[in-house]
Nanobody, 126 residues
Framework: VQLQASGGGLVQAGGSLRLSCAASTSRFTFEDYVIGWFRQAPGKEREGVSCIRSGDGNTYYADSVKGRFTISSDSAKNTVYLQMNSLKPEDTAVYYC??????????????????WGKGTLVTVSS
């Protein structure tokens, strides 16, 4: 699977952004994958932000983004979205989308996945 992330940018604190992750699958279908968003800020470890398995709608959110971020998927477009509201300066990071065919969404979203796209930078100014 190949992943293309987009939608990053500069936004003021309290603002919103929507990230998109377009997946190109060959052997397996979009619904076979858990797709998620991870982020890494300068000097910090990578963090799993939110993940979704479109086949059954199962989702995972990190505590730091619960109530502010919403993940969704569009199987017709093979695309996963991350709607980010009430953004804070501490949300500033490079955001990566990733995919995996294994099934444990919580473990995948915590430890990482097999396939990665290039990142998109989100900068939240105070």
């Amino acid at each position: 699977v190949q992943l293309q992330a987009s939608g990053g940018g500069l936004v003021q604190a309290g603002g919103s952004l929507r990230l998109s992750c377009a997946a190109s699958t060959s052997r397996f279908t979009f619904e076979d994958y858990v797709i998620g968003w991870f982020r890494q800020a300068p000097g910090k470890e990578r963090e799993g932000v939110s993940c979704i398995r479109s086949g059954d709608g199962n989702t995972y959110y990190a505590d730091s983004v619960k109530g502010r971020f919403t993940i969704s998927s569009d199987s017709a477009k093979n695309t996963v979205y991350l709607q980010m509201n009430s953004l804070k300066p501490e949300d500033t990071a490079v955001y990566y989308c990733a995919a995996d065919r294994r099934t444990s969404i919580h473990l995948l979203c915590y430890y990482g996945m097999d396939y990665w796209g290039k990142g998109t930078l989100v900068t939240v100014s105070s």
